[in-house]
Each structure stands twice: as C-alpha cells, then as structure tokens.
C-alpha cells in the first residue's frame, strides 16, 4: 500500500466546510476545463476518428457509449466513451456477476470476454475515455476529480464515501495514476476523498501531466 493510501482519512460530509476552496480556485479550474479539453479534442481528433472507423468495422452496435453515471451533489449525468464491448453488454453481465474481482458495489474482472478486439486497445491505452472531454466542456465533468460511479454503485456507498459527490466528477485523480483497476473499492473511496482534502490548482496540474505519462499502455486500465 503506497503513503497515500495509507493515510488517515477524516473527510466526512459534516466537516467538509473546513476544506472548501476559494472562488478563485474554482474560476481556474473552470478555465483550465474549458481550454485545455478544447485543445485536446482538437489534438486528438484524427486519433478519435481512426478509432471511431475501428470500432464500427470490428463489431456491431454505436460508436460511443452512453451510460448514466452520478455526479456533483448526486446529479445524474451521461457520461460518453468510445464503445469497447459488444453491443448487448450489459445483458451478458447477468452470467458473469459471479466472477467479479472487485470489492464493494463494482464489477471488474480482468480477462472479461465482453471486450472486443478494438476495445482491449482502447481500454488498455485509456482512449476510451476521450469523449469524455466533451462532458467537461458541458462542465458534467473537471478534468481532475473523483471517477464518477454508476447510481446502483452510489446507493451502496456509506456516507463517508458520499462525501465525494460535493465535487464535480473527473476524468483523472490518484486513483487514475496510481494502480486504477489494482487498487481495490475502499482504497478507491479513500483517495477521492483524499484529492477532494488536498485539491489545488498545482495538484491539478501535476496530476494532468502524472495522466499523461501514463496515458497510453497502463495494463491497469479500466
């Protein structure tokens, strides 16, 4: 377990007033947002476009992927990615809950064979995640913050782990650079609520470029 994950956490909803942030930090946050996911998009589009042929040549079904996630204060919201698996997924996923390797509320494993061919790349090399820029644009989403989970996950969540929802959900945190699918579902809760404690502008510019080193080729992807 790395020094982050084993510090104590005292985050709670009742005494997150103390770690509130100034309007000036959020003017930048917002700011960084906006320009930097506007010059990826336009850095990545001939990227997103091979991968937008690939996945309609490899397997039936949309090029993005839709799916309802939660967000700041509990609000749902559609969070996009390229599609990795095959169409009907999420029918396939009554047989396989048994073989589940993550804790808590989540369903992970590792080998799972709703993956298509396409999709183990872009899975592997986080690609999948880049339409997720446009929902930072929207401002469903920051760059950095918690992941956002799905609602029957954040019903089971106690609250402790509710605390994360006071924030916008983010495309990358500690838990993003530091193990992803290896770090198991309350070490996950306990380094959201660590980045929500520490957050600043310089955390999330270290925490961008840490993204970016480990951007492509983390054979911990999600």
Same mark, same amino acid.
């Given at each position: 377990?790395?020094?982050?994950?084993?510090?104590?956490?005292?985050?709670?909803?009742?005494?997150?007033?103390?770690?509130?942030?100034?309007?000036?930090?959020?003017?930048?946050?917002?700011?960084?947002?906006?320009?930097?996911?506007?010059?990826?998009?336009?850095?990545?589009?001939?990227?997103?476009?091979?991968?937008?042929?690939?996945?309609?040549?490899?397997?039936?079904?949309?090029?993005?992927?839709?799916?309802?996630?939660?967000?700041?204060?509990?609000?749902?919201?559609?969070?996009?990615?390229?599609?990795?698996?095959?169409?009907?997924?999420?029918?396939?996923?009554?047989?396989?809950?048994?073989?589940?390797?993550?804790?808590?509320?989540?369903? #992970?494993?590792?080998?799972? =064979?709703?993956? %298509?061919?396409?999709?183990?790349?872009?899975? /592997?090399? *986080? @690609? +999948?995640?880049?339409?997720?820029?446009?929902?930072?644009?929207?401002?469903?989403?920051?760059?950095?913050?918690?992941?956002?989970?799905?609602?029957?996950?954040?019903?089971?969540?106690?609250?402790?782990?509710?605390? #994360?929802?006071?924030?916008? =959900?983010?495309? %990358?945190?500690?838990?993003?650079?530091?193990? /992803?699918? *290896? @770090? +198991?579902?309350?070490?996950?809760?306990?380094?959201?609520?660590?980045?929500?404690?520490?957050?600043?502008?310089?955390?999330?510019?270290?925490?961008?470029?840490?993204?970016?080193?480990?951007?492509?080729?983390?054979?911990?992807?999600?």
């Amino acid at each position: 377990m790395t020094e982050l994950q084993s510090r104590p956490m005292e985050v709670t909803v009742e005494n997150m007033e103390k770690y509130e942030k100034s309007t000036a930090y959020y003017f930048v946050k917002r700011s960084m947002d906006l320009i930097l996911s506007f010059i990826g998009i336009i850095a990545f589009s001939p990227m997103m476009l091979m991968v937008a042929i690939a996945i309609k040549l490899d397997s039936r079904g949309p090029v993005i992927f839709s799916q309802m996630r939660v967000g700041m204060n509990g609000k749902p919201f559609k969070m996009y990615k390229f599609r990795s698996m095959v169409d009907d997924a999420e029918e396939l996923l009554v047989n396989l809950r048994s073989k589940n390797e993550m804790t808590g509320p989540m369903f #992970k494993i590792k080998k799972d =064979p709703r993956i %298509t061919r396409v999709g183990k790349f872009i899975r /592997r090399t *986080s @690609i +999948d995640e880049l339409p997720q820029l446009f929902n930072v644009i929207k401002g469903d989403m920051s760059l950095v913050g918690p992941r956002p989970n799905l609602p029957h996950e954040v019903i089971k969540f106690t609250e402790y782990q509710k605390t #994360k929802l006071i924030v916008k =959900p983010g495309l %990358t945190c500690y838990w993003q650079v530091m193990g /992803r699918s *290896s @770090i +198991d579902f309350d070490d996950w809760m306990r380094l959201d609520l660590e980045y929500i404690r520490d957050r600043s502008t310089m955390l999330d510019i270290k925490l961008i470029f840490k993204t970016l080193g480990v951007f492509f080729g983390d054979e911990n992807a999600e």
